[in-house]
């Protein structure tokens, strides 16, 4: 470190994973649950992209990796226009599939299915609406992060463009947490990110739903 506490041999750091949340969407907005379905960023979150693409761009990134859903990759080519970075689409790092919730508003998945998404809040293995288990969420995410983690310098970033619910059972598998503890994990606002970052006992969570003054939730993982 220099003299005036600027980081100067970044090898000293260890690799580190910037885990990035997608931009507003209008079922965001309307609490309207997305899950796998391919809705586009509004307007907002457009700006929303931009404004943390020029923070994140500043962490000189080694690589862009992101789910294949518009939310994302559009979230993604911010970062990529100022880093001259390409981006590769990953289907592993999609939103959980919901099943029956998928499209409905968090009150009428309340109305429709309460008992279902009351055990879900108390951690207990539930397919939402027919879909996806968060560990299975978690097998399919989390090893595509570390494939390209693999692929890193010694002192790399790699930033992963992905999905609220993804990218906390991500975090809660890569820490090494067990899944009902996953909840833990307070969900990600639009656009803003966490950190891993490589210790010698593993990965460690460096900082959770950065990027902003804290704003409410608004998504599947709220």
């Known amino acids: 470190m220099s003299a005036t506490g600027e980081v100067t ?25 997305q899950g796998s379905t391919d809705v586009p960023l509004t307007e907002t979150g457009v700006g929303q992209a931009r404004r943390a693409a020029r923070l994140l761009a500043s962490l000189r990134p080694h690589a862009i990796v992101s789910s294949d859903l518009t939310r994302a990759a559009d979230t993604a080519a911010e970062l990529a226009a100022l880093t001259g970075l390409g981006i590769t689409r990953e289907e592993g790092l999609r939103e959980t599939y919901a099943g029956v919730w998928q499209g409905l508003t968090h009150a009428e998945i309340i109305a429709r299915h309460g008992d279902e ?24 995410a989390a090893p595509v992060v570390l494939r390209h983690v693999e692929k ?40 803003c990110w966490s950190v891993l970052g490589e210790g010698a006992r593993g990965w460690r969570l460096l900082e959770h739903n950065a990027g902003t003054l804290p704003e409410p939730v608004l998504g599947d993982d709220d």
């Open 9 to 33: 041999d970044r090898r000293d750091r260890g690799r580190r994973v910037i885990l990035w949340r997608h931009g507003q969407t209008s079922w965001n907005v309307e609490r309207r649950f």
């Open 117 to 140: 998404y009351t055990a879900w809040k108390r951690g207990e293995a539930i397919r939402r609406g027919g879909g996806e288990l968060e560990t299975e969420v978690a097998d399919r």
């Open 152 to 191: 890193l310098p010694v002192d790399g970033t790699l930033v992963v463009v992905s999905h609220g619910g993804t990218i906390r059972t991500t975090i809660g598998r890569l820490l090494g947490l067990e899944s009902p503890h996953w909840e833990s994990l307070g969900g990600l606002s639009n656009c």
